[in-house]
């Protein structure tokens, strides 16, 4: 069954941090690029970071060296380590497969308050 499952979002004062967690079923994970994706209300969703199977990782202009992703191919699950958190991260994070999309999970909350 093809699965996304994120979790590890919450309510978090600015300039505080969390860690985003996402278990994907093998056939999405395995060997392929992984991305955290982001939507905040009324706009388009964003790639935020992707990590390919080897390690090698990208992250979105508005990063600006914040945020860390990294995989655990054993586990099947990526991970996305967010500090210095802005008002305007809050959004819903989801996590996919970048160049072969799949159904969409149900993402995490994340809510960072001023």
């Known amino acids: 069954q093809v699965q996304l499952v994120e979790s590890g979002g919450g309510l978090v004062q600015a300039g505080g941090s969390l860690r985003l967690s996402c278990a994907a079923s093998?056939?999405?994970?395995?060997?392929?690029?992984m991305g955290w994706y982001r939507q905040i209300p009324g706009k388009q969703r964003e790639l935020v970071a992707h990590i390919s199977s080897g390690g090698i990782t990208n992250y979105a202009d508005f990063v600006e060296d914040r945020f860390t992703i990294s995989r655990d191919n054993a586990k099947n699950t990526v991970y996305l380590q967010m500090n210095s958190l802005k008002p305007q991260d809050t959004a819903v994070y989801y996590c996919n497969a970048v160049a072969s999309m799949q159904p969409w999970g149900q993402g995490t909350q994340v809510t960072v308050s001023s």
């Open positions: 093998r056939s999405i994970f395995s060997g392929n690029l």
